[in-house]
């Protein structure tokens, strides 16, 4: 006789969902009796540390006495809910407690009193906020990630988070609360940041200056509201920058040739020189010539600046020119505009001209923030656009790359020159100031 087939009415991917919810109550669990168990030996060690410090005719200085009201605690893996134990303490103030408890309390530095929320979770926040979800689909998001159970994560927190970096950006700006003088920036960075504010008529700019150090770090030098790119908004930021104590500007500064930077710059700090960016000379320029060309004009300029030598760049500067000029003059006298200073970078080690020749590191770091306001349709208030950017810019710092063989960052301080990408003896250097 065979036997009846029992058919399955649980499909494989239900299955799969099943394994998976199983998975994770044992994770939780795991997690809750690990957190349990450290919670429990911390009270342990700190009772034992306080009997040794007594002496033996002297009463206890600190007991257990049972645990405090359940806790619930939102994590990564989803809510783990715990007791932690209670220590009474018998004496006003015990020697030799732990660092994290005050005289005459117990406070455990493994659960600190009032946090609701593992660390990891706080920093979810911001970053999800930050990359583009809204404020009122935060809580929908978390609860995706976190499960269901997932509690006080509203919109009004994201209110308030955002308060706080407020006061962070302002706390950052402090002429007190960050010293320059003990800086030395080899390379500055400059570009003006235009972003959408809803409440306002007028688009927001950002002025944005970073910085490469000695040791090949960039970082965050100046993040400012400005005024349409102004020179004063410009010479304001980096007036700022001397009252915070810099002493001196870097060897190269790299910008947009339209910026008021330049004019600011020979203001406050004018033996620095002038690199402008090729991205934006290359946009420019095509923007002159029709669309049927471009490609072909654009192989041409690259030509141009990723010459290997001043010489050949000059030579490729030239044939352009002379192709282009009859028909487009406009387009050549775009290009042939601050010549020189688009070919400063030849006078600096060959490593760092990728670095060098445009404004690429503030450009690649705010796509992420130009997106973000594409999402969300631009902040509400300019005072929430700079802050926005503050912590986007912080946040990008930390996956910024060094700058390439950073060794030779300190012969460029040293005063050691530089030909074509390659160091120069410096007898060359004489002969030719003595030509002159």
């Known amino acids: 006789m065979k036997k009846d087939n029992v058919l399955s009415l649980t499909s494989p991917e239900s299955e799969a969902e099943d394994s998976r919810s199983v998975l994770e109550g044992l994770v939780r669990e795991g997690a809750r009796r690990l957190l349990q168990e450290a919670l429990e030996c911390e009270v342990e060690e700190f009772l034992e540390r306080v009997r040794r410090d007594r002496e033996p005719t002297e009463a206890a200085v600190a007991v257990r006495n049972g645990h405090l009201p359940d806790r619930k605690l ?11 134990p209670r220590v009474r303490m018998r004496c006003a103030s015990p020697v030799n407690t732990s660092e994290t408890s005050s005289p005459g309390k117990f406070t455990s530095a493994i659960l600190p009193p009032y946090l609701r929320r593992l660390p990891g979770v ?16 935060c809580q929908e998001a978390l609860a995706a ?10 919109a009004p927190n994201i209110v308030r988070l955002k308060a706080v970096w407020e006061d962070e950006y302002q706390t950052w700006c402090r002429r007190d609360r960050r010293d320059l003088s003990t800086q030395h920036y080899v390379y500055w960075w400059a570009d003006g940041v235009h972003f959408n504010v809803r409440l306002e008529d007028e688009r927001s700019c950002i002025l944005v200056l970073m910085g490469a150090l000695e040791d090949g770090r960039k970082e965050v030098i100046a993040v400012q509201d400005g005024y349409r790119e102004s020179k004063e908004s410009w010479r304001d930021l980096l007036a700022d920058l001397k009252r915070r104590g810099l002493k001196q500007g870097p060897k190269l500064a790299v910008g947009d040739g339209a910026l008021g930077f330049w ?3 020979a203001q406050e700090f004018a033996e620095v020189r002038g690199q402008r960016c090729w991205v ?21 300029i690259h030509d ?3 010459a290997a030598t001043r010489k050949d760049a000059l030579i490729a500067f030239a044939e352009f020119v002379r192709l282009y000029t009859d028909k487009y003059p406009k387009a050549c006298a775009c290009l042939q505009k601050d010549k020189e200073e688009m070919l400063a970078f030849y006078d600096f080690p060959a490593q760092h001209w990728p670095h060098l020749r445009s404004t690429n590191p503030i450009e690649s770091t705010f796509a992420t923030v130009r997106l973000r306001t594409k999402r969300t349709k631009g902040c509400g208030s300019r005072t929430a656009t700079l802050t926005m950017v503050f912590k986007l810019a912080l946040a990008a710092q930390k996956k910024w790359r060094r700058i390439n063989a950073p060794q030779v960052l300190g012969k460029i ?10 160091e120069a003896p410096a007898n060359q250097y004489a002969a030719e100031a003595m030509a002159a």
């Open 145 to 154: 990630i976190l499960g269901p159970q997932v509690v006080g994560l509203s």
């Open 413 to 422: 301080m040293g005063g050691v020159r530089f030909k074509d990408g390659e």
């Open 122 to 137: 706080d920093a979810l926040i911001p970053a999800l906020y930050l990359k583009g979800i809204s404020t009122g689909d």
């Open 280 to 300: 934006h000379k290359t946009a420019n320029v095509l923007d002159k010539m029709p669309k049927s060309i471009q490609s072909n004009a654009k192989k041409r």
């Open 263 to 265: 004019a600011a710059l």
């Open 304 to 306: 141009i600046y990723l």
């Open 74 to 84: 939102v994590s990564g893996i989803g809510p783990l809910e715990v007791r932690q």
